[in-house]
């Protein structure tokens, strides 16, 4: 079946420091993937939409210039958390969609970032 | 805005305990309703769902009936295991769009 695969899983970082997080759809081309914040005990709150070969859509509220997303290719995205900060230590989670909206929407395992 | 609500954890049972986590939702339109699961460490994963009303979604035993006449998608299971303990939660989708709507999430803990 369909797969999304985050990389890395797990990572850490020092405080000032940008960090990457890639999202790739592994067997199937994605237009639109969409980028999930999870804080300890709480819910996903949708960060932004990103568009292959477009500027992403940010929600209310999320730093564009914090958190940029990439789209450069239908298989991956990325997110860069730029000078990363203790508060923005999270569970960050992606997810795609092969094409067609209200198709089946596949999730990434998800990247725990500690900056410290 | 659309909207998702479900009952506030953490729910603790004993194993073979009957579950039920309560989800209405606000929604325009026709939503489509799923429930996820996120065992410890990890992403999620789609439990189950259902796309239009009176639809029953089930998997693993799990079962959650799309309710349009009181906005709800109820998640049930009756006989819980040990390895049911995970955080569930209840989403929705429009019809035609890809932005998914997560409850608050329910943590599950199974004794056993």
């Known amino acids: ?116 | 805005g659309d909207s998702v609500t479900q009952m506030e954890g953490p729910v603790t049972l004993s194993e073979e305990a009957f579950l039920t986590i309560n989800c209405t939702y606000t929604a325009t339109g026709y939503p489509s309703l799923f429930w996820y699961v996120q065992y410890p460490g990890e992403g999620l994963q789609l439990l189950l769902k259902a796309t239009k009303a009176d639809d029953k979604g089930s998997n693993k035993g799990f079962e959650a009936t799309y309710r349009k006449e009181t906005t709800s998608f109820h998640l049930e299971k009756g006989s819980v295991q040990v390895s049911d303990s995970a955080v569930y939660f209840c989403a929705l989708r429009n019809t035609g769009g890809f932005k998914t709507i997560f409850g608050a999430g329910t943590r599950l803990f199974v004794k056993a």
């Open chain 1, 1 to 116: 079946g369909a797969v999304v695969s985050q990389h890395p899983s797990w990572v850490i970082c020092k405080s000032g420091t940008s960090v990457k997080i890639e999202c790739r759809s592994l067997d199937f081309q994605a237009t639109t993937m969409f980028w999930y914040r999870q804080f300890p005990k709480q819910s996903l709150m949708l960060m932004a939409t990103s568009n292959e070969g477009s500027k992403a859509t940010y929600e209310q509220g999320v730093e564009k210039d914090k958190f940029l997303i990439n789209h450069a290719s239908l298989t991956l995205s990325t997110l860069t958390v730029t000078s990363a900060h203790p508060e923005d230590s999270s569970f960050y989670i992606c997810s795609a969609s092969p094409g067609v909206a209200g198709n089946t929407i596949y999730f990434g395992e998800g990247s725990w970032l500690t900056v410290v």
